[in-house]
């Protein structure tokens, strides 16, 4: 029977933390909801990506290298899946250049609200970092050189940026505009 699923997508490696709770049907396919990842945290879809569940690792193929990779094929592989009972986790890492890490994890296990579009978030912490920025490290350090105006890679970074960066910053309601508009 299908369920509604409280997860907590959050970004490894990062203080303060940088979290999303978002409710998903327990039978979303992970390629689906990759994309709800993607809408939540704030980026762009621009590099590969992967789940690991048990040392196992789930991608989709790339082309004619697909069998030179230990790597299962999860376009069929429904989130239920994955989690079973609340506190069950995996991993789903982005952009394997900067290396984003995430935990999702399963909160809760609820009954259908069928006056609810899913997915919906309810609510989250903080920015998610600029894409290419340079991973855990490369982040901090932007952050650091934010906090001196007079340090002599702020304008450039504030140029790389477009202007202004609030790390602090989350709009659950920009998040659920967008998964409306993709998921409709």
Same mark, same amino acid.
């Given at each position: ?93 982005? %952009?394997? *250049?900067?290396? =984003?890490?995430?935990?999702?994890? &399963? /909160?809760?296990?609820?009954?259908? #609200? ?17 894409? %290419?920025? *340079?991973?855990? =490290?490369?982040?901090?350090?932007? &952050? /650091?050189?934010?906090?001196?105006? #007079? ?28 998964? &409306?508009?993709?998921?409709?």
């Amino acid at each position: 029977m299908k369920k509604i699923f409280q997860i907590q997508i959050a970004l490894k490696g990062v203080k303060p933390k940088i979290w999303r709770r978002v409710l998903v049907p327990s039978d979303v396919l992970l390629s689906d909801l990759h994309e709800i990842i993607q809408i939540s945290m704030g980026w762009s879809n621009a590099h590969l990506h992967q789940f690991v569940k048990n040392d196992i690792y789930y991608g989709v193929s790339s082309g004619d290298d697909w069998d030179d990779f230990e790597i299962e094929d999860y376009s069929k592989i429904k989130l239920s899946s994955f989690l079973k009972e609340e506190k069950d986790k995996f991993k789903y890492e982005y %952009d394997f *250049g900067d290396n =984003w890490e995430h935990d999702i994890i &399963l /909160e809760k296990i609820l009954p259908i #609200d069928d006056k609810t579009k899913y997915p919906v978030c309810l609510t989250g912490k903080m920015s998610c970092p600029p894409e %290419d920025c *340079g991973g855990v =490290w490369g982040y901090s350090d932007m &952050l /650091e050189i934010l906090k001196q105006p #007079d340090h002599e890679e702020y304008e450039s970074y504030i140029e790389w940026l477009g202007g202004e960066f609030d790390p602090k910053s989350f709009n659950k309601e920009v998040v659920n505009a967008l998964f &409306l508009n993709y998921f409709s």
